[in-house]
């Protein structure tokens, strides 16, 4: 029974040391959520400044889509007449 305990608990170093070894990677890096790239430092949290601007420019295109409180057509000159 302590053999298994023993072997689980190697297993897990090993596991927890290839993690933090892998290759000198940072586990901090971050991807670009335009196109998946490692984000540059420069452009947090984006690769480059084009994915920014698209980031931008979709926020922007979303904003302006999303429809305001439009009037509907039949509810409008209801109560606007008051003498
Ligand atoms: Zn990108």
Same mark, same amino acid.
């Given at each position: 029974?302590?053999?298994?305990?023993?072997?689980?608990?190697?297993?897990?170093?090993?596991?927890?040391?290839?993690?933090?070894?892998?290759?000198?990677?940072?586990?901090?890096?971050?991807?670009?959520?335009?196109?998946?790239?490692?984000?540059?430092?420069?452009?947090?949290?984006?690769?480059?400044?084009?994915?920014?601007?698209?980031?931008?420019?979709?926020?922007?295109? #979303?904003?302006?889509?999303?429809?305001? #409180?439009?009037?509907?057509?039949?509810?409008?000159?209801?109560? #606007?007449?008051?003498?």
């Amino acid at each position: 029974m302590n053999d298994k305990v023993a072997d689980l608990a190697a297993r897990r170093a090993q596991r927890a040391a290839g993690g933090a070894a892998g290759g000198g990677r940072r586990p901090k890096a971050r991807r670009c959520p335009i196109c998946g790239k490692p984000a540059s430092p420069d452009h947090r949290p984006f690769c480059s400044p084009r994915c920014r601007q698209t980031d931008l420019d979709r926020w922007l295109g #979303e904003v302006y889509r999303v429809p305001a #409180e439009e009037p509907a057509g039949g509810a409008r000159g209801e109560g #606007e007449e008051e003498t």
